[in-house]
């Protein structure tokens, strides 16, 4: 029996949870997924999956060759790549991870047209604010704003991400227009709670440098999508990216405010685990979000033709 074809049903069935969905993957009948499973644990002599009438789990050497495994399958897929006639070919699972509300707006939109350009790629998208463990949890890739903690991850910069200082018409209408930091103790700021007790300062350049500022307002949340509908609804000043308040500041339903202040753009970045193996898919995934997050007519427009990008990582 083709010993890197058991290597591939393996994988799948992991991938899978059990070896109907994996057979029904590949088209076959269950019983052939099972012997070619068999075959490569008496060639192994140990025990890879615990399979039971549900489910099947993996065994501490199951895992252990899961992930030998899948940066054998990797290096297959990208060496065939390379040298295909038909050129570049991404193949497998993606999993992807983002912030919820940049992801919504950035990153699922353009998750569909990568699909139908690498029609062999299919994916998962979790949108979530908390920080993801990418090895642990079994993501390929995160997008992440903002500055990177030390660690051992790599990352890549897509593009940059703007934040400004807004608010509606009526409210500046009400209690006029902030023309210094020092003015905003004299508004009612909007402000992002972390904690019950510690709040995310405003960042701002003053006399060449980065400051940040504690406001105070008659409101926090820790949902910045509360945010920006209090401050559309004239409640107060928010400070707000870029990517969240474009179109709401091109429709004039905001006004910016303190732009002589505004700080240096920070990162979108996307991470992942290692540079040495990362699979096809990944590496195409992050060119198609560089291509466009790195052009200035994306966040004009925040209406992007989203074409899918070519390999450039």
């Known amino acids: 029996?083709?010993?890197f074809k058991q290597i591939e049903t393996f994988v799948a069935v992991a991938a899978k949870g059990s070896l109907s969905a994996a057979a029904t993957l590949e088209g076959v009948a269950p019983a052939v997924?099972?012997?070619?499973?068999?075959?490569?644990?008496y060639r192994l002599g140990v025990k890879l999956l615990v399979r039971t009438t549900r489910r099947v789990t993996l065994t501490f050497e199951g895992s252990a060759?899961?992930?030998?495994?899948?940066?054998?399958?990797?290096?297959m897929h990208n060496a065939e790549a390379a040298v295909s006639a038909g050129g570049v070919k991404a193949s497998g699972h993606l999993r992807l991870s983002a912030p919820a509300g940049f992801g919504r707006r950035h990153v699922a939109p353009l998750l569909p047209?990568?699909?139908?350009?690498?029609?062999d790629v299919s994916a998962t998208l979790d949108l979530s604010d908390?920080?993801?463990?990418?090895v642990n949890e079994g993501f390929d890739c995160a997008v992440r704003l903002g500055e990177l903690p030390d660690s051992s991850l790599v990352s890549v910069?897509?593009?940059?991400?703007?934040?400004?200082c807004v608010?509606?018409?009526?409210?500046?209408?009400?209690?006029?227009?902030?023309?210094?930091?020092e003015a905003l103790a004299r508004h009612n700021c909007l402000a992002f709670g972390s904690t019950a007790n510690q709040q995310r300062g405003w960042t701002f350049a003053q006399d060449g440098k980065v400051v940040t500022i504690r406001v105070n307002g008659s409101m926090e949340c820790t949902d910045g999508a509360v945010l920006h509908d209090w401050c559309l609804d004239g409640y107060g000043l928010a400070w707000r990216s870029w990517w969240e308040v474009g179109d709401d500041i091109r429709a004039g339903r905001l006004l910016t405010v303190l732009d002589a202040f505004a700080a240096p753009p920070i990162g979108i970045h996307a991470v992942f685990a290692q540079r040495r193996h990362l699979p096809l898919r990944v590496r195409l995934?992050?060119?198609h979000l560089k291509h466009h997050y790195s052009s200035s007519a994306y966040w004009q427009d925040d209406m992007p033709d989203v074409a899918a990008a070519p390999a450039s990582l």
């Not at 997924?33 to 644990?41: K, M, Q, S, V």
């Not at 910069?157 to 400004?164: A, E, F, K």
Request: charged share 35%; proline share 5%; aromatic share 6%.
């Open 1 to 3: 029996m083709d010993r």
């Open 33 to 41: 997924i099972g012997r070619r499973i068999d075959a490569l644990e």
């Open 65 to 75: 060759f899961l992930e030998e495994c899948q940066r054998i399958l990797n290096d």
């Open 113 to 119: 047209v990568f699909i139908e350009a690498h029609p």
């Open 130 to 134: 908390r920080l993801v463990d990418l």
């Open 157 to 164: 910069r897509l593009g940059d991400n703007r934040r400004v």
């Open 167 to 181: 608010a509606a018409p009526a409210y500046l209408a009400k209690h006029g227009r902030p023309e210094s930091l």
């Open 285 to 287: 995934f992050i060119d």
